[in-house]
């Protein structure tokens, strides 16, 4: 008898356990349902030319950035490069003031001689 009351009571308990998934699978659509009509809304209070506003002033301020970027290099990289050209013509000059005053104590020397030579 115990085993006919048990087998009768899984028995009840089956199709309750079948409107559980029922239920869960009418939550899950009605779920479904609410996200699509709150997109839905969303969509109609913000339109595709705003969204699209939005995306373009991104882009636009993203191509500024790389543009001040791309500039920043560029004048650090100028810079540099002048630096450089500054630093090569003041060895420029170094030497040729360096070979001025060599020409300078030469003539200077020669100088000398021919006055000695001429005092002798």
Avoid: H, K, W
Avoid at 16 to 28: H, P, V
């Amino acid at each position: 008898m115990n085993r006919s009351l048990l087998a009768l009571f899984f028995c009840a308990l089956l199709p309750g356990q079948m409107g559980l998934a029922r239920a869960d699978n009418l939550d899950n659509i009605l779920n479904d349902t609410v996200n699509s009509i709150s997109q839905a809304i969303n969509d109609a209070y913000t339109p595709a030319d705003e969204r699209y506003d939005d995306d373009r002033r991104r882009n636009d301020e993203d191509r500024r950035d790389d543009e001040d970027y791309r500039r920043s290099n560029e004048a650090r990289r100028q810079y540099e490069d002048r630096r450089r050209q500054l630093e090569d013509r003041r060895r420029q000059l170094d030497d040729r003031q360096r070979q001025l005053d060599d020409d300078r104590r030469q003539l200077e020397r020669e100088a000398r001689r021919l006055e000695e030579e001429y005092d002798r």
